[in-house]
């Protein structure tokens, strides 16, 4: 079992910045891939970024590319989502997520096993 929590969420401008953490226990986290998902509302989740094991490989959503930055702090079993040059249409409730057959990055959501219970996100205009 792994048991992730996020935090960071929040109220930001349009162009402001927000840093989402992540921490994980149950297991070790350098034994599994991780993600950073977004469900705004009336759409589907999607995932916005995706890294390895090791960290040494990321994946990003185009939509994200540029701006956010996924990153892992193995030792200290976290995880972190930097996002810079906010949008409106960056809005939704974030969640990280652990794939823990992978050794990633994994944009598949349905090769997730363990989810957190998400961050809201709102950026204003």
């Known amino acids: 079992q792994v048991q992730l929590v996020e935090s960071g969420g929040g109220l930001v401008q349009a162009g402001g910045s927000l840093r989402l953490s992540c921490a994980a226990s149950?297991?070790?986290?350098?034994?599994?891939?991780m993600g950073w998902f977004r469900r705004a509302p009336g759409k589907e989740r999607e995932c916005v970024a995706a890294?390895?094991?090791?960290?040494?490989?990321?994946y990003y959503a185009n939509s994200v590319k540029g701006r956010f930055t996924t990153s892992r702090d193995n030792p200290k079993n976290m995880i972190y989502l930097q996002m810079n040059s906010l949008r409106p249409e960056d809005t939704a409730a974030y969640y990280c997520?652990?794939?823990?057959?992978?050794?990633?990055?994994?944009?598949?959501?349905?090769?997730?096993?363990?989810w957190g219970q998400g961050t809201q996100v709102t950026v204003s205009s």
């Open positions: 890294i390895s094991r090791s960290g040494l490989a990321t």
């Open positions: 997520a652990a794939a823990a057959d992978y050794y990633g990055p994994v944009k598949n959501q349905t090769e997730y096993n363990y």
């Open positions: 149950g297991r070790t986290l350098s034994s599994i891939a």
